[in-house]
T-cell receptor, first 115, second 112 residues
């Protein structure tokens, strides 16, 4: 009964490098959400995916950021050419259903530091 | 568009004292409301949720929240705070596709 697993827990990247964040949802959950938490702020929605489909990416920056949730394997949030402003905690959540009254289970997050 | 406001950024209470954390929301339809707690360096844990029915909702760790439609509020309460309750608390509203909109959070500190 593993919950949402995110790795790595901490990631340090130099400016201009790529960051790849992984999220394995709760077994059987087919809906994955990524949120970003900037220092001293609440979580902001980035993207919502189902298996092999991006459903809503309205919260994701148009450039350098991409997300996928392949048929097999974890969901990946990819940040290309990272900048200092990308430093944040990135949280993944999963749910079994696409309904607003369904609990989303959160992972422990990946804390990205760009130096 | 939905939004959530948590007016208090920091709150300090003495151990054993009562606690109320405020949350106001804006949402065009029936709100689905949540309270999460985040300990330092950790993820979010669901404390309680409201979908419909009884407006007083009981959660884990002795927390409760009351939904007041007329005030667009969903305040979190606990009658007696323990030192282990020190954490950051987030109120959230759920919308289409189960995406959550979070408030900015309230950091709770507990004095011995």
């Amino acid at each position: 009964n593993a919950g949402v697993m995110q790795n790595p827990r901490h990631l340090v990247r130099r400016r201009g490098q790529e960051a790849r964040l992984r999220c394995s949802p709760v077994k059987g959950h087919s809906h994955v959400y990524w949120y970003r938490q900037l220092p001293e702020e609440g979580l902001k929605f980035m993207v919502y995916l189902q298996k092999e489909n991006i459903i809503d990416e309205s919260g994701m920056p148009k450039e350098r950021f991409s997300a996928e949730f392949p048929k097999e394997g974890p969901s990946i949030l990819r940040i290309q050419q990272v900048v200092r402003g990308d430093s944040a905690a990135y949280f993944c959540a999963s749910s079994p259903l696409d309904r607003p009254n369904t609990e989303a289970f959160f992972g422990q997050g990946t804390r990205l530091t760009v130096v | 568009a939905q939004s959530v406001t948590q007016p208090d950024i920091h709150i300090t209470v003495s151990e054993g004292a009562s606690l109320e954390l405020r949350c106001n929301y804006s949402y065009g339809a029936t709100p689905y409301l949540f309270w999460y707690v985040q300990s330092p360096g950790q993820g979010l844990q669901l404390l309680l949720k409201y979908f419909s029915g009884d407006t007083l909702v009981q959660g884990i760790k002795g927390f409760e929240a009351e939904f007041k439609r007329s005030q667009s509020s969903f305040n979190l309460r606990k009658p007696s705070v323990h030192w282990s309750d020190a954490a950051e608390y987030f109120c959230a509203v759920g919308g289409a596709g189960n995406m959550l909109t979070f408030g900015g959070g309230t950091r709770l500190m507990v004095k011995p």
